[in-house]
């Protein structure tokens, strides 16, 4: 069914509102890991190893995920997920115990990835077509920044007017968990059920109409499955490396918590702008350069963090890195699937390919959580950190070099505009 310019635009608007919202109550950490660890009476240790338990199930969501968005509505998909995720959140402001928190975590790796997450992904391919993934990515992206920060900024001010850390983080949970069924309705009202067909008239991204069902061994077989994978993987790693930057100003450079989620919230604010000028020369330039340059950048200010001390005449370079660490961050997550497009993946392969990627792609989220707290244990805070940010210098290099050789793959046709 054809849409009008208005009608295209609020689906789209829709999309990203639930991209954004499905997230904030599984990853609330990444703004208030020490208000969680007051709150539930845990360890950074333990709080991480929720985030683990949800990666482990989503790791093992993505296969069957990329199979169900090539076959069922994403209407349906979509707006299933955002509701029982949203009561799962009302459960957590029940403030439960440690038991519950990591079945909730596990019930969300299905709601936010089984049923969500590449059906979410083929629809914004849709909506970008053939010429235009990179500014279709990069405005994909820098809604959901823009919705990021404006759903952290509120939800800082609810924070700080809750009276305790424990009120203030109920307050926070129960506000998310009212946004993503808002998120819920309007994806049931505004997205059509075709939207997860491919479009007619659609030419692939080989310029092939391919008329044979996709199977497994298509995607398995293909070096640049695997190349776009070990991108995925040092992208979403060093992104979420981000997450510990609240954690680390508060104990290495002994700032107070309120200060670490406002830092976090500076952070967020750098995802538009990064999105948008990522998406805007991912079309010009190909999106594998921006990716390139991003690695390269993380690369720097990683180095950097791990190198220097976390002394408190220091923190006005904190202020930089984790601004530039946060721009590099948020254009890698805005362009990185365009490069489906650029390798010539087919259309009709998105789900399959999402599914199969995102498995090696998102597998971080079975470690990367507790890493740091891990090397703080080990080494103090300190040195801690210090060893954590090395860690992640090391993968900047292997995202660099993993995009350098899956743009030089044979079976990669580069789509130009």
Not at 97 to 125: N, P, Y
Not at 132 to 146: D, M, N, P, T, V
Not at 286 to 298: D, E, I, K, Y
Request: charged share 10%.
């Amino acid at each position: 069914m054809a849409q009008s310019k208005a009608q295209r635009w609020l689906y789209f608007g829709s999309l990203v509102l639930a991209a954004e919202s499905i997230y904030m109550l599984p990853y609330l950490r990444k703004t208030f890991q020490t208000s969680m660890e007051v709150s539930f009476g845990l360890g950074a240790v333990e709080i991480g190893l929720l985030n683990s338990m949800y990666g482990l199930v989503a790791l093992a969501a993505y296969f069957p995920g990329g199979w169900l968005a090539d076959r069922i509505s994403a209407r349906k998909l979509l707006a299933f997920s955002l509701f029982s995720t949203g009561l799962g959140g009302l459960y957590m402001a029940s403030l439960p115990s440690e038991t519950g928190l990591v079945l909730l975590h596990a019930c969300w790796g299905v709601t936010s990835i089984l049923t969500f997450w590449a059906a979410l992904i083929k629809a914004v391919r849709n909506w970008g077509g053939a010429q235009q993934q990179g500014i279709g990515f990069g405005l994909f992206e820098a809604g959901r920044g823009l919705v990021a920060a404006l759903l952290a900024s509120v939800a800082i001010l609810a924070f700080a007017h809750g009276g305790s850390p424990t009120d203030g983080l109920v307050k926070v949970i129960t506000y998310y968990s009212l946004a993503t069924f808002v998120a819920g309705a309007l994806v049931w009202l505004l997205v059509p059920d075709e939207l997860h067909c491919e479009p007619a008239g659609e030419i692939p991204a080989d310029g092939v109409t391919e008329t044979q069902p996709t199977h497994w061994r298509d995607i398995l077989t293909k070096s640049r499955s695997w190349l776009l994978a070990s991108v995925i993987f040092c992208a979403y790693f060093l992104y979420l490396g981000t997450f510990d930057f609240p954690a680390y100003a508060e104990r290495g450079y002994e700032q107070t918590k309120l200060f670490g989620a406002q830092l976090a919230t500076f952070r967020d604010w750098m995802r538009p702008l990064a999105a948008v000028c990522a998406g805007l020369i991912a079309d010009r330039l190909h999106p594998s350069r921006v990716v390139g340059v991003s690695f390269c950048l993380l690369l720097i200010i990683y180095l950097s963090l791990a190198l220097l001390p976390s002394e408190p005449s220091l923190l006005w370079l904190l202020w930089g890195q984790v601004a530039v660490a946060a721009l590099a961050g948020f254009a890698l997550r805005a362009v990185f699937y365009a490069l489906l497009q650029e390798t010539g993946v087919p259309l009709s392969q998105t789900g399959m390919t999402v599914g199969f990627v995102s498995v090696i792609g998102y597998a971080p989220d079975l470690f990367a959580h507790t890493l740091a707290g891990n090397f703080v244990e080990w080494f103090g805070v300190d040195m801690g950190y210090r060893y954590y940010f090395a860690c992640l210098s090391v993968f900047s290099c292997l995202g660099l070099l993993a995009t350098w050789q899956l743009v030089r793959q044979p079976d990669s046709h580069t789509v130009t505009s």
